[in-house]
């Protein structure tokens, strides 16, 4: 989708809107991430529709005028085959109990944010 950007109290920001379609058992599913920051919209134009990607996230939730909005952050984005350090080598079997093969392997302190922790609050400069 095409960029968002403006002028805030702390600074200039840009945001870009990209959806992600999965196959979810026979039928595929659309889920809708947002890019924030001037680097991660810039690391977005790496990627053509139709590209295969993993996406890292954090979910966020919020309240104005009544309404509820919940936005997905991304924190990373990587090709789909790419190797990650954090990511186990692969069996040799696959075991019975496999998991979806959507899943990805649990976020690291390596993989959080530099905001991680940040007092609440700290990132409420919403445009609207």
Same mark, same amino acid.
């Given at each position: 989708m095409a960029v968002?950007?403006?002028q805030s109290a702390r600074g200039a920001w840009a945001?870009?809107?990209f959806v992600v379609e999965y196959q979810d058992g026979n039928f595929p599913t659309s889920v809708c991430f947002s890019a924030w920051g001037?680097? %991660?919209v810039q690391e977005l134009d790496k990627y053509q529709v139709g590209d295969a990607v993993k996406v890292s996230f954090?979910? %966020?939730g919020r309240e104005y005028n009544g309404r509820w909005y919940n936005d997905l952050r991304v924190w990373r984005i990587a090709p789909a085959g790419a190797a990650s350090a954090a990511a186990p080598a692969a069996p040799a079997a696959t075991p019975a109990y496999a998991a979806p093969a959507y899943s990805?392997?649990?976020p690291t302190m390596e993989d959080?944010?530099?905001d991680f922790g940040a007092p609440q609050g700290a990132d409420e400069d919403f445009p609207f």
């Open positions: 968002q950007s403006g945001r870009q809107d001037q680097d %991660k954090n979910v %966020k990805a392997p649990a959080m944010p530099s």
